[in-house]
């Protein structure tokens, strides 16, 4: 008789793919050095916004951001806000009460883990569709401890609590197919005080701990052999020392912003929202119509010299928006302009006038897998891919700033003051490290998207449609 296979998935939010491998090196990281030496550590990629919450929507659906319609921890609809303002889906930020809708909000014809794996358990992820109040082992409780948690800066016992919880859910007796538990203190510790502040590798240390209890526990009851076990991230993170808030640079040069939390204004010119701080969507108002511009549209409503004065700011990496043609994308810095392009399956960047994602010259490819590997060890990994995803959606609004590292989009209202960020597409905040249990799988480029295929196919079921690919 064939032994039941279940999936124990850690996702340690904000785990950066540079830090981490340094802290199993230095050996205070013993049960995940353990997983690493019987199984496999590798790179993958994230999405663009490389944020909480979209994020999670790769691995937990197959599908990107854009694919999903949720194209940030905060978005705005255009089309929406000008129909009515007195509207629900005009605008969102799930860094708030308004979390509660990221499950209504996402399409209601594409699953997540916890609706196909059977018997599962979620811990403190937002994404619970259809996961009974039994099967959710963070809720109890989740709300005041993270506004605990965030107020006072002492984030461990939100770690520390749900490990209990899980211990508590297998010291029961009862079984799973699919145990998801978020771990969110490295992401905090990293914003609040510095990717490798002792506070961060103490949050790293107690996700190690809790590795070695549970596994133990499977251990003992004689599952683990047949678990897969895999920890990745949803983003990196990187050191912030510098602000220049977006919504208040669009406000002060003449076109009034609606932002996050400041979302009722006479007469907006523009909307800004930001996601992990380092990821801006700009929303032009100033026009007639209620759809999406493209170049010339953006220069007639912005201005070209007011275009000109964004990216030139210090804070600015880049902006990214839409081609006059179809399926084309400007991006654009202080030094010029490249433009990508999507043809059926074939991928191509060709500067114009700058390599603004620093890859060289032109490059092109057929299938966006092949273009992921081209772009895999670059400081932009995956962006052409990312980009397109990003852009099919609305919601990813007229203009897209990626921050430069040092600096982020927001200032006056992110309490506590935000000393890291990400959302950008710079390979810190795109690269996540991948850990699983597994050895002698393929080794070609990976984004987190193919975890949820992996999954799958470890249980024997086949997706009906996927952005992914299984990685065995």
């Given at each position: 008789m064939?032994?039941?296979?279940r999936?124990?998935?850690?996702?340690?939010?904000?785990?950066?793919?540079?830090?981490?491998?340094?802290?199993?090196e230095?050996?205070?990281l013993?049960?995940?050095k353990?997983?690493?030496?019987?199984?496999?550590?590798?790179?993958a990629?994230?999405c663009?916004?490389?944020t909480?919450?979209?994020?999670y929507?790769p691995f937990?659906?197959?599908?990107?951001?854009g694919?999903?319609?949720?194209?940030?921890?905060?978005?705005?609809?255009?089309?929406?806000?000008?129909r009515?303002?007195?509207?629900?889906?005009?605008?969102?930020s799930?860094?708030?009460p308004?979390?509660?809708?990221?499950?209504?909000?996402?399409?209601?014809?594409?699953?997540?883990?916890?609706?196909?794996m059977g018997?599962s358990?979620?811990?403190y992820?937002?994404?619970?569709r259809?996961?009974?109040?039994?099967y959710?082992?963070?809720?109890?409780?989740?709300?005041?401890?993270?506004?605990?948690?965030?107020?006072?800066?002492?984030?461990?016992?939100?770690?520390?609590?749900?490990?209990?919880?899980?211990?508590?859910?297998?010291?029961?007796?009862?079984?799973?197919?699919?145990?998801?538990?978020?771990?969110?203190?490295?992401?905090?510790?990293?914003?609040?005080?510095?990717?490798?502040d002792?506070?961060?590798i103490?949050?790293?240390?107690?996700?190690?701990?809790s590795?070695g209890?549970?596994?133990?526990?499977?251990?003992?009851?004689?599952?683990?052999?047949?678990?897969?076990?895999?920890?990745?991230?949803d983003?990196?993170?990187?050191?912030t020392?510098?602000?220049?808030?977006?919504?208040d640079?669009?406000?002060?040069?003449?076109?009034k912003?609606?932002?996050?939390?400041?979302i009722?204004?006479?007469?907006?010119?523009s909307?800004?929202?930001?996601s992990?701080n380092?990821?801006?969507?700009?929303?032009l108002l100033?026009?007639?119509?209620?759809?999406?511009?493209?170049?010339q549209?953006?220069?007639?409503?912005?201005?070209?010299?007011?275009?000109q004065?964004?990216?030139?700011e210090?804070?600015?990496?880049?902006v990214?928006?839409?081609?006059?043609?179809?399926?084309?994308?400007?991006?654009?810095?202080?030094e010029?302009k490249a433009?990508?392009?999507?043809?059926?399956e074939?991928?191509?960047?060709?500067?114009?006038?700058?390599?603004?994602?620093?890859?060289?010259?032109?490059?092109?490819?057929?299938?966006?897998?092949?273009?992921l590997?081209?772009t895999?060890?670059?400081d932009?990994?995956?962006?052409?891919?990312?980009?397109y995803?990003?852009f099919?959606?609305?919601?990813?609004g007229d203009?897209?700033?990626?921050?430069?590292?040092?600096y982020d989009?927001?200032?006056?209202?992110?309490?506590p003051?935000?000393?890291?960020?990400?959302?950008?597409?710079?390979?810190?905040?795109?690269h996540?490290?991948?850990i699983y249990?597994q050895?002698?799988?393929n080794?070609?480029?990976?984004?987190?998207?193919?975890l949820?295929?992996?999954?799958l196919?470890?249980?024997?079921?086949?997706?009906k449609?996927?952005?992914g690919?299984?990685?065995?």
């Open positions: 064939q032994n039941k296979k999936v124990l998935f850690y996702l340690v939010d904000g785990a950066h793919s540079e830090v981490l491998p340094e802290l199993i230095q050996g205070i013993p049960n995940i353990r997983i690493v030496d019987e199984g496999t550590y590798r790179k990629t994230t663009f916004p490389s909480t919450g979209p994020a929507l937990l659906t197959g599908h990107f951001p694919t999903m319609d949720i194209t940030g921890i905060r978005w705005f609809d255009k089309k929406e806000f000008k009515t303002r007195f509207n629900k889906n005009a605008m969102r799930y860094c708030g308004e979390a509660a809708w990221f499950n209504t909000d996402m399409p209601a014809d594409k699953p997540t883990l916890f609706e196909l018997e358990y979620n811990l992820n937002m994404i619970t259809n996961v009974p109040d039994e959710d082992l963070g809720k109890k409780g989740k709300g005041w401890l993270y506004t605990k948690a965030h107020f006072k800066q002492i984030h461990h016992p939100v770690d520390e609590q749900g490990h209990a919880r899980m211990m508590e859910m297998l010291n029961s007796g009862k079984d799973f197919d699919f145990l998801f538990a978020v771990f969110p203190s490295v992401d905090w510790d990293s914003h609040y005080h510095h990717i490798r002792e506070r961060t103490e949050a790293y240390c107690i996700v190690d701990r590795l209890e549970v596994r133990a526990k499977l251990e003992e009851k004689g599952w683990w052999d047949d678990t897969l076990f895999v920890m990745t991230s983003h990196g993170l990187t050191p020392t510098k602000h220049l808030d977006l919504g640079w669009m406000t002060t040069n003449g076109l912003s609606v932002y996050y939390p400041v009722w204004k006479s007469n907006p010119k909307a800004v929202m930001i992990g380092s990821f801006g969507s700009i929303h100033n026009h007639a119509g209620d759809h999406v511009l493209r170049e549209g953006i220069i007639e409503a912005m201005g070209a010299d007011r275009l004065k964004l990216v030139k210090d804070a600015v990496d880049f990214i928006y839409r081609g006059d043609e179809d399926h084309t994308y400007i991006v654009h810095n202080q010029g433009k990508i392009t999507v043809k059926g074939v991928f191509a960047y060709e500067p114009l006038t700058a390599d603004v994602l620093h890859y060289g010259g032109k490059i092109e490819a057929t299938g966006h897998r092949n273009i590997e081209a895999f060890d670059t932009y990994p995956d962006a052409i891919f990312q980009i995803q990003l099919r959606s609305r919601r990813a203009i897209v700033v990626s921050a430069d590292i040092g989009l927001r200032d006056f209202w992110e309490y003051e935000h000393l890291g960020s990400h959302g950008s597409l710079h390979r810190q905040h795109i996540v490290p991948l249990n050895k002698g799988w080794t070609r480029p990976a984004r987190t998207a193919d949820f295929d992996t999954i196919k470890w249980k024997g079921i086949t997706p449609q996927s952005e690919e299984p990685l065995f």
